[in-house]
Structure formats: C-alpha cells, structure tokens
Nanobody, 126 residues
Framework: QVQLVQSGGGLVQTGGSLRLSCSAS????????MAWFRQAPGKEREFVAG????????FYGDSVQGRFTISRDNDKRVVWLQMDSLKPEDTAVYYC???????????????????WGQGTQVTVSS
C-alpha cells in the first residue's frame, strides 16, 4: 500500500494561487495513476484532477478545468496540484489518492478510492 503525504494547503484570497503536493513512499508510485478529489462541508466528494502513470494524460473536473493543473515527477515520487484563479467555492478538504485499479486511467467516482486520510484544507476567502 502506497503511503501518501500531502502538503501545501492553507488560506488564500480570491484570485490567488496555491500548490498542493503529494509525496509517495513507494517506488511503485511511478506505475500508478493518481487523482485529486475534494470535499466541501455538506457536499459530496468531487473529482478534481487525475493523471496517468506517465504524466502524459491529465483529466479535470468541469469546475476546475482551465484553472488547475495536475502534474507529477516519478523520480521524485511527487504529484502536484497547481491551483490558480481560486474562488471561494474551491474551499474544501483536498485529497490525493491512488485508485483501486491503479494501472488504468484514474476514475472520477470516489467509490473507486480507499484510504482517504485527513486531506489538506484549502480555504479561499472572498
């Protein structure tokens, strides 16, 4: 089981930027698709972004398309989520996750992921 450590959350004003990082403990990380989800208070978990093992294909939720960028460095065992033009509705706890079927395109359904952990809080003030 891949252990993931997240960092980079915090408080930012509307229009600002943040970058989330997710570091993996296992070398097998380089063979896994990865995804970011988020959950705002009182709302369901939402797919934010996904990236295949090579980093060559990325996927985004409709609400963040064009503002967020997912990327990875397999040598460093890190996946990032660059968040630009942040809005108050981006406020949520963000989770970095490995899907149950890690060798495929990361799915958009939260039920395909386990081990959600505590996540990282991102707060965007208006």
């Amino acid at each position: 089981q891949v252990q993931l450590v997240q960092s980079g959350g915090g408080l930012v004003q509307t229009g600002g930027s943040l970058r989330l990082s997710c570091s993996a403990s296992e070398r097998t990380f380089s063979t896994y698709g990865m995804a970011w989800f988020r959950q705002a208070p009182g709302k369901e978990r939402e797919f934010v972004a996904g990236v295949i093992w090579s980093g060559l294909s990325t996927f985004y939720g409709d609400s963040v398309q064009g503002r967020f960028t997912i990327s990875r460095d397999n040598d460093k065992r890190v996946v990032w989520l660059q968040m630009d033009s942040l809005k108050p509705e981006d406020t949520a706890v963000y989770y970095c996750l490995v899907p149950r079927s890690p060798y495929l395109t990361p799915p958009r359904t939260p039920g395909q992921y386990d081990n959600w952990g505590q996540g990282t809080q991102v707060t965007v003030s208006s």
